[in-house]
T-cell receptor
Framework: DAGVTQSPTHLIKTRGQQVTLRCSPI?????VSWYQQVLGQGPQFIFQ???????GRGNFPDRFSARQFPNYSSELNVNALLLGDSALYLC?????????????????FGPGTRLTVL | GEDVEQSLFLSVREGDSSVINCTYT??????LYWYKQEPGAGLQLLTY?????DMKQDQRLTVLLNKKDKHLSLRIADTQTGDSAIYFC????????????FGRGTSLIVHP
């Protein structure tokens, strides 16, 4: 079975541009979460979506937005890119988003999209 | 300060035990996690422990939790070169969400 997939693998943008990152969850998973991992740091939570609705949001500016589609795939959009947005963007999927126990909410991570802003 | 703190590096010899330590701040955290990240890969959940437990063992992995001191450790027995990776400690904050809050990660280097 395929795990979480993300595209593209790598991306180079310049300051002020906009970027869209894509994520396909594990089949049967209804929740997708996005994280930003700056070099040398742990992942920082950006968004969680469940059944196309936003369930949680981290401390990120409004330049960051996301959505989830009926097939549970998701896109993360970042507008007006800054140099500090350079990072590995990780997507994780889970069966649930708060319901059930830890097994239902275990997050399975994709390999990430490496974004470089010049 | 950081919610979850870890030492940044650990170097061990192949076959020895590795112990990675972590401290966290939220005394109401219900679950504590250990993740592994290999180069060029996403994060893999290794194990988690519920906050009312003080130990959990899973094959070569042993997790110890000292809730009084908010200290968590991961022991890897018979460490192999394939265990070289970054290990992240994470806590689940109180509330409904299972979103983990991660530390900065400990880079484990295993040399022959």
């Amino acid at each position: 079975d395929a795990g979480v997939t993300q595209s593209p693998t790598h991306l180079i943008k310049t300051r002020g541009q906009q970027v869209t990152l894509r994520c396909s969850p594990i089949s049967g998973h209804k929740s997708v979460s996005w994280y930003q991992q700056v070099l040398g740091q742990g992942p920082q939570f950006i968004f969680q979506y469940y059944e196309k609705e936003e369930r949680g949001r981290g401390n990120f500016p409004d330049r960051f937005s996301a959505r989830q589609f009926p097939n549970y795939s998701s896109e993360l959009n970042v507008n007006a890119l800054l140099l500090g947005d350079s990072a590995l963007y990780l997507c994780a999927s889970s069966l649930e988003a708060g319901q059930g126990g830890p097994g239902d909410n275990e997050q399975f991570f994709g390999p990430g999209t490496r974004l470089t802003v010049l | 300060g950081e919610d979850v703190e870890q030492s940044l590096f650990l170097s061990v010899r192949e076959g020895d035990s590795s112990v990675i330590n972590c401290t966290y701040t939220d005394s109401s955290s219900t679950y504590l996690y250990w993740y592994k990240q290999e180069p060029g890969a996403g994060l893999q959940l290794l194990t988690y422990i519920f906050s009312n437990m003080d130990m959990k063992q899973d094959q070569r992995l042993t997790v110890l939790l000292n809730k009084k001191d908010k200290h968590l450790s991961l022991r890897i027995a018979d460490t192999q070169t394939g265990d070289s990776a970054i290990y992240f400690c994470a806590e689940r904050k109180s509330g409904g969400s299972y979103i983990p809050t991660f530390g900065r990660g400990t880079s484990l280097i295993v040399h022959p």
